[in-house]
């Protein structure tokens, strides 16, 4: 199982970028997916999460800019950025919670993400 983040780079403040991030590999659904952020000296954050059926959580820091989506049939999380600002650099990790099997049983298994480089200068 592997998940391949995407859409990172350097943009201004008042900028967008879309990030991606799609589930590949042998699983049996998708729970939870997220995407969290790190920034240089500091703890990694959760930035917005959205479950199976849609409810959608967005960190204080980002509620009104950022906006998390997913698409079922590409097993693919989204995340839109809108009005970046310069806090908001740092790198982002995708994080899905997927069912696997393991030694014949049913499991719920977290993964990351490689993590993609975000940032806005000001």
């Known amino acids: 199982v592997q998940l391949q983040a995407s859409g990172g780079g350097l943009v201004q403040a008042g900028g967008s970028l879309r990030l991606s991030c799609a589930a590949s590999?042998?699983?049996?659904?998708?729970?939870?997916m997220g995407w969290y952020r790190q920034a240089p000296g500091n703890e990694r954050e959760l930035v917005a999460n959205i479950t199976r059926i849609a409810n959608t959580n967005y960190a204080d820091s980002v509620k009104g800019r950022f906006t998390i989506s997913r698409d079922y049939a590409k097993n693919t999380v989204y995340l839109q950025m809108d009005n970046l600002k310069p806090e908001d650099t740092g790198v982002y990790y995708c994080?899905?919670?997927?069912?696997?099997?393991?030694?014949?049983?049913?499991?719920?298994?977290?993964?990351w993400g490689q993590g993609t480089q975000v940032t806005v200068s000001s």
């Open positions: 590999g042998t699983f049996f659904g998708i729970n939870n």
């Open positions: 994080n899905a919670l997927l069912k696997v099997l393991k030694l014949g049983k049913f499991i719920d298994n977290t993964y």
